[in-house]
């Protein structure tokens, strides 16, 4: 469309710019702002911005938000439960996924499409199903638990609902294909001479891997690992419903100022620090991308 | 090609069976005769019947299909213009900043999405008294905001890999720009359109997270209503529900593959 006349140019682009403009950017503004405010009984439940009395106009910034932030430990400890917990399923996630995707990407071209499908299918059914479906089969008189018991592995039905186990096993579970799809595409681009070349030259497949494969496949790795980690640092519905109360999680935590205590600018102020963690990681990741891309 | 090891093969049979394992779960118990989950005694398809003499659960699944076909609509339409003009203008100024707006909301955790979205309804609504209230539109707008971001990136790289001499050729022999995108452009990429659509569609259908936030009293969708169920325990008639939709997506998914199969046995398009 190199020739089209400038008001046609900006017919197609006022559209979408005017949409994302008022409807996303406008909107991390005022979250930004009403970090910035303090908790009212009210209707909105905040304390403007701009505020007016006898002397006019002034500006009022509250810190109580963000000093609550700061100064409790229960955000401290669900920071770190987060992070600790992405962490933990990013790195599962990479060591089942790594496998898996050297198999699909060595499989014969005709089953490939096949896998491929396979991994992507579980994604078009809802993920709250999905992660309900848990519930069942970890339940305490639950497929799993009876074939525990069958087996004579346990005496009495484990509890594994409602722990830490089962928030790390749904996560990990919800998450898989997202490190499985970057890794084959990266590993499936992957020149098979190389390899036999490190095998001519007397490399052990080992040390083949560890010199050629892996690096090479850097690029995918750190793609997969930043789809895995930033939804499951955010992931709310999977500690709520197979989580126990001592899971703590930022979404979480987020969801119960906002919709519990109706605390808007502390459901804000970790909103604003969340998307600071998550560009962090994006910053770092682009950093990685241009070092791998330059060598 | 060297197939991968036995202990590649072996993780990747496992991963894929454990990827299946709970909607499979999900299907047999649907058709279970007992109330408690997980607990087999018999097969019974009582719980279809009750799932379709749930008043509350037929609503909010009309609500999510209605609210999921819009969302679809304004977000190919929108996302399809942002990828043109990503792909074809060259640089514009503003350009950065349109490229990261179009790319951000794939990247968002949803509680940030719902959250800022909410705040900005109902900062409009003191503001300027719109919109009145929240339900399906403020639903179907926070939907649209993050689902026309995956659009532009399908239509994006479909729209990169065609050649634009065949559009400047109908500019050559006369048509006017607009023409020339409808009838040369358009069927092009129209499978990437497709394609898009059916994936806002998938988004807005499961998404609980950005409706719960900006939904109001006598608006729950699909998914809060289910979220509600499922909190207070298992219920048989979630799963024969879980069972239905995921007939509907192996249908939807298997009709597309043939309407694909066919398009490219007819020799449409270029790959």
Known sequence: MTRATPRGRLLVLALPYAWLALFFLVPLLIVLKISFAQSLIAQPPYTPLVAHDADGLHLAVHLDAWRLLAGDALYAEAWLGSVAIAATTTAVCLLLGYPMAWAMARAPRRRQALLLMAVVLPFWTSFLLRVYAWMGLLGRHGPLNEALLALGLVERPLVLLHTPFAVYLGLVYAYLPFMVLPLYATLERLDEDLLEAAADLGARPGRAFLAVTLPLSLPGIVAGCVLVFVPALGELIIPDL?????????????WDEFFANRAWPVAAALAVAMLALVGAVLVVQRALGARLAVR | MKRAGRFARGMLGAGLAFLYLPIAALIVYSFNASQAVGVWSGFSTRWYGALLDDEQILAAAWLSLRVAALNASLAALLGTLAAIALVRFGAFRGRA??????????VMPEVILGLSALLTFVALEGLIG?????????????HVTFCMAYVAVIVQSRLAGQDPALEEAALDLGATPAVAFLRVTLPLIAPAVAAGWLLAFTLS????????????????TLPMVIYSKVRLGLSPEINALATLLVAAVALTLAISAWLMLRGSARGNGPD
Not at chain 2, 97 to 106: E, I, M, N, S, V
Not at chain 2, 130 to 142: E, F, L, M, Q
Request: aromatic share 6%.
């Open chain 1, 242 to 254: 197979l989580g126990g109360p001592d899971t703590l999680m930022i979404g979480k935590v987020l």
């Open chain 2, 130 to 142: 719109w919109p009145a209230g929240r339900g399906a539109t403020t639903i179907v707008i926070a």
């Open chain 2, 205 to 220: 259908l499961d998404d609980l997270v950005v409706a719960s936030f900006v939904s109001g009293p006598g608006a729950s």
């Open chain 2, 97 to 106: 900043l349109f490229a990261a707006l179009t790319t951000a909301p794939l």
